[in-house]
């Protein structure tokens, strides 16, 4: 069974600080990995996606690793910003294709001005 | 392209009572999901459509819960004698099969409280 475990679970940083938010997962037959960002009270914005055959992607300020074999994956945000405060969450498609993902209990990050 | 619209935002019930939500997916996605989601936690699966037919259900949806898509448009999930422990965030996704990396678009959710 896949199970998806994101470290830390919060981060309060000051801002313009570069971080990396952390997500690891116990089955690497996996489609794709994906990264959201939910703000309170909201619904999940897609951040980027990494399809299996990737080692990473970038979006602005943004950029995702993955690591297969070892059932990791890294979300690196550059020079923070206040805007940046959210819950980042990390999910996995798993080997059937359904679509179906399975998420971590996310990363809650704060950046203070 | 307006997102996938969830309706209503907030539901407030008294326990025993039936409730049903409404999700309309982005217009050109054949696949459409509902999540659980609990304060400080993952969103949890529940089930999934491929245009009007249900493919798969999660142990989480006991007999109480129930799931539509009649026209493979917009999908109601109903929960029947609501209990305490289902209030939580009612969020639903859609996506387009072509490509199966093809991302998740969600709602803003319903938030349930049930009383």
């Known amino acids: 069974k896949q199970e998806v475990t994101q470290i830390p679970a919060a981060l309060s940083v000051p801002e313009g600080e570069n971080l990396v938010l952390n997500c690891s997962f116990t089955d690497s037959a996996i489609y794709n990995l994906q990264w959201f960002r939910q703000d309170p009270g909201k619904g999940l914005t897609s951040l980027l996606l990494?399809?299996?055959?990737?080692r990473e992607q970038t979006s602005g300020r943004l950029n995702a690793s993955l690591d297969k074999s070892s059932g990791r994956s890294t979300l690196y945000i550059a020079a923070s910003q206040p805007g940046d405060s959210a819950t980042y969450l990390c999910?996995?498609?798993?080997?059937?294709?359904?679509?179906?993902?399975?998420f971590g209990q996310g990363t809650t990050l704060q950046v203070k001005p | 392209d307006t997102g996938v619209s969830q309706d209503p935002r907030h539901k407030i019930t008294k326990r025993g009572q039936n409730v049903t939500f409404r999700c309309d997916p982005i217009?050109?996605?054949?696949?459409l999901y509902w999540y659980r989601q609990t304060l400080g936690q993952g969103p949890e699966f529940l089930t999934y459509f491929q245009n009007e037919a249900q493919l798969e259900k999660s142990r989480l949806l006991s007999d109480r819960f129930s799931a539509e898509r009649p026209k493979g448009s917009f999908s109601t999930l109903e929960i029947q004698r609501t209990e305490q422990g289902d209030s939580a965030m009612y969020l639903c996704?859609?996506?387009?099969?072509?490509?199966?990396?093809?991302?998740?678009?969600f709602g803003n959710g319903t938030r349930l409280t049930v009383t």
């Open positions: 996704a859609s996506s387009f099969s072509v490509s199966y990396n093809s991302p998740l678009h």
């Open positions: 999910a996995v498609q798993g080997s059937s294709n359904t679509g179906k993902l399975i």
């Open positions: 990494i399809q299996s055959s990737q």
């Open positions: 217009s050109e996605h054949n696949r």
